[in-house]
């Protein structure tokens, strides 16, 4: 991937707000970890397999029925109606146990190629919601714009409305229940945001 382009590892990396490799606090400005030395390009040669584009329902793992999909689709239609700039990939995987969900779904975020009418734009306001269906474990991906409006612990917030419905092995709700949580609180961000706005204004 041309690292030139504006949406790349570098300038995720430099955006980022917690390393996806060992989870510590970074600042914005910074183009590398200073915990433990990840920079966005390093994830571009730890997984070999060429990824499929991020679709806004991508089931690798056969982990949702028909129905469940047609409910997690009704979902996130439910979400945009109200934040139509906010893109939703939600992806099923299987991975093996000493693989860090976070860090993929990094590495996914930035080698995935576009899918087809998609833009860098879009990519940049993508949520990506990664599933590892043998565990239950989800993790959450932002990209370069949408990460400005949740911070880790709200998104955090959100992915513990999936641990019930995941445990009595209704996935397909659990993500509905985080994509509910999820709106919620942006919600709370727009009113937030709103509310500066007009202060500023004054």
């Known amino acids: 991937m041309n690292e030139e382009r504006e949406y790349s590892p570098k300038r995720f990396a430099i955006s980022a707000v917690t390393c996806p490799a060992c989870h510590a606090k970074i600042n914005r400005d910074t183009k590398w970890c200073e915990s433990c030395g990840f920079t966005g390009a390093k994830s571009l040669d730890m997984f070999g397999d060429s990824p499929p584009p991020l679709l806004p329902l991508l089931d690798v793992a056969d982990f949702w029925s028909k129905k469940e999909e047609r409910e997690i689709d009704t979902s ?59 565990t239950g474990r989800a993790s959450v991906t932002t990209g370069y ?58």
């Open 76 to 134: 996130i239609k439910r979400f945009n109606k109200r934040f139509p700039q906010f893109h939703w990939k939600i992806c099923a995987v299987t991975l093996e146990a000493n693989v860090s969900l976070p860090l993929f779904g990094f590495w996914l975020m930035n080698v995935c190629p576009l899918a087809e009418n998609e833009t860098a734009e879009d990519r940049e306001w993508s949520v990506l919601l990664l599933v590892d269906a043998r």
């Open 145 to 202: 714009r949408s990460e400005l409006w949740l911070s880790d612990e709200m998104w955090n917030y959100a992915l513990r409305e999936t641990v019930t419905p995941f445990r009595r092995g209704d996935s397909g709700q659990a993500v509905c229940a985080f994509l509910k949580s999820a709106q919620a609180l942006m919600e709370k961000a727009w009113t937030r945001s709103q509310k500066q706005l007009s202060h500023k204004s004054q």
